[in-house]
């Protein structure tokens, strides 16, 4: 992928790059010989408000190779601040992209994160979507901290060229962080609830409602009590926040604030 400038917001650098470019990359990297790690970090406005809060999620998120916009809350205040992407790179999609990219190519995946009976699915449908894929291996998301070697172990020895990690923030960004240089795995990617609707347990909103911004709204109807105070709370912290740099830019023409 041609090397672009990026654009940054509250402390994080977003990749401005299409869909398309964004999953070359990612396949380059697991074509190496070499089996370095890369972190791609899917981004939104709850990332970014947490970002504020936890320093090691920051620092996480900060250590990334690649930082694309999961969410358009992050797009539309990108075109505000006068530094746009172009356009909305979810985690499930670009998931979705490497997986189909990764059956061509006979690549091996791994997957962590989950119930048991979510990854169960996943793995089949793996199966009957993408048939040259390899599926090196599965673990749901259910383990304590002192279980996390003897993972980081098994996924090493299967040596997969990516590792999907289906599990929720600020827990997904750490782990692989902390533990990247241990896996060896070329592409390493935290896709939050994207295995639940892959693997049909959960609904996803409609392409319009995805289109149009929405699908926050979408899931906030789907999963009320779990979303509703998350949402309340991020959303205002977060239109406060960008109004904050827009001022500081745009209007004072200074530096924008730090993430903090």
Not at 60 to 66: E, K, N, Y
Request: aromatic share 8%; net charge positive; with cysteine.
């Amino acid at each position: 992928m041609a090397r672009v400038d990026r654009a940054a917001l509250l402390g994080l650098d977003f990749e401005r790059s299409r869909m398309p470019a964004v999953v070359e990359q990612c396949l380059d990297w697991c074509r190496q010989a070499r089996r370095r790690s890369h972190i791609v970090i899917t981004a939104n406005a709850s990332h970014l408000c947490m970002m504020r809060h936890d320093v090691v999620l920051r620092e996480a998120c900060q250590g990334g190779d690649m930082s694309v916009a999961d969410g358009m809350s992050v797009v539309w205040a990108l075109r505000a601040l006068g530094r746009p992407v172009p356009e909305r790179v979810a985690g499930i999609d670009l998931m979705t992209n490497l997986l189909e990219a990764g059956g061509r190519e006979h690549m091996k995946v791994y997957f962590l994160g989950a119930r048991q009976e979510v990854i169960d699915a996943l793995v089949r449908i793996c199966a009957e979507r993408y048939p040259g894929l390899v599926v090196a291996g599965s673990r749901n998301g259910y383990f304590k901290s002192a279980e996390s070697e003897k993972i980081v172990s098994e996924i090493r020895a299967c040596e997969p060229h990516m590792l999907f990690v289906g599990m929720p923030s600020p827990f997904k960004e750490t782990w692989c962080q902390t533990h990247r240089e241990r896996l060896a795995v070329p592409l390493i990617i935290g896709v939050g609830g994207s295995f639940d609707v892959i693997a049909g347990y959960v609904q996803r909103a409609p392409r319009i409602v995805q289109r149009i911004g929405f699908e926050w709204a979408w899931r906030l109807m789907m999963e009320p009590r779990k979303l509703w105070k998350r949402y309340a709370t991020t959303n205002t912290e977060f239109m406060w926040l960008v109004a904050r740099e827009f001022v500081t830019r745009r209007i004072w023409g200074g530096p924008a604030p730090h993430a903090r």
